[in-house]
């Protein structure tokens, strides 16, 4: 059974970058396996920053960049805000299943 | 606006069964796919289920968690997505959500709903 990894918790400082990371226990994570990123912010629903590797939507912020790095997914956040304090989610599609990576939450400090 | 409204959660005894609806409104919902999540208190995001709109070919996917248990299913003439979820566990305790599709596509979780809660007790 395909298992997803996060760093648990990071800490960034305010402008500061950090990057996340999305492994996958079958190998590297590919664009084949779509990659998506959620956040979520205590007591709301889930929203998706980028799906399919590195496609954003209107409301990601220009200073969320997802990529393949290392055999990994990756969430980089340049220039973090406060309001970027939130749990971050990855999401993987392997052929007929699919699967959340346990979630890092990210402190701005 | 779009809108999705999840229903049906509430308290229920291990082994029993309860029905999710997910209402869609705003948008045209029989095109679009259509997902559950859920979340545990405190923990996680879970991905339980998958069923393609009229724009795909009626695939169905479950996790391997409710695979048997739980059956996913959609009625276009009333905009409404169902979650059938049968010998409950205490550990299916969560908040479930509904997630469509992005109208052009590309996006399993353009909209999600604001969730209902499912308390699996004795």
């Known amino acids: 059974q395909a298992v997803v990894t996060q760093e648990p918790s990071l800490t960034v400082s305010p402008g500061g970058t950090v990057t996340l990371t999305c492994g996958s226990n079958t190998g590297a994570v590919t664009s084949g396996h779509y990659p998506y990123w959620f956040q979520q912010k205590p007591g709301q629903a889930p929203r998706t920053l980028i799906y399919d590797t590195n496609n954003k939507h209107s409301w990601t912020p220009a200073r969320f960049s997802a990529s393949l790095l290392g055999g990994k997914a990756a969430l980089t956040l340049s220039g973090a805000q406060p309001e970027d304090e939130a749990e971050y989610f990855c999401f993987l599609s392997y052929s007929d299943t699919f699967v959340f990576g346990g979630g890092t939450k990210l402190t701005v400090l | 606006e779009v809108q999705l409204v999840e229903s049906g959660g509430g308290l229920v005894q291990p082994g029993g069964s309860l029905r999710l609806s997910c209402a869609a409104s705003?948008?045209?919902?029989?095109?679009?796919?259509m997902t559950w999540v859920r979340q545990a208190p405190g923990k996680g995001l879970e991905w339980l289920s998958f069923i393609s709109g009229t724009r795909g070919d009626g695939t169905i996917f479950y996790a391997d968690s409710v695979r048997g248990r739980f059956t996913i299913s959609r009625d276009n003439a009333k905009n409404s997505l169902y979650l059938q979820m049968t010998s409950l566990r205490d550990e299916d305790t969560a908040v479930y959500y509904c997630a469509s599709e992005s109208p052009r596509g590309g996006d399993w979780f353009y909209y999600w709903g604001q969730g209902t809660l499912v308390s699996v007790s004795s």
């Open positions: 705003g948008f045209a919902f029989s095109g679009f796919s």
